[in-house]
């Protein structure tokens, strides 16, 4: 699958997130993810 776009987008509360779009030619399937981008004083764990 291709990356075909990416954007940032802001909920009412103003967090980001973080759209991709890819595209597969050979069977014309597309898929989005949206990614919640986390606070720099958060960590994962």
Same mark, same amino acid.
């Given at each position: 699958?291709?990356?075909?776009? +990416?954007?940032?987008?802001?909920?009412?509360?103003?967090?980001?997130?973080?759209?991709?779009?890819?595209?597969?030619?050979?069977?014309?399937? +597309?898929?989005?993810?949206?990614?919640?981008?986390?606070?720099?004083?958060?960590?994962?764990?």
């Amino acid at each position: 699958m291709k990356k075909v776009r +990416w954007h940032i987008t802001y909920d009412a509360n103003e967090k980001e997130f973080d759209h991709t779009t890819y595209h597969c030619k050979t069977d014309d399937v +597309w898929a989005t993810t949206e990614i919640p981008k986390s606070d720099s004083s958060e960590q994962n764990g």
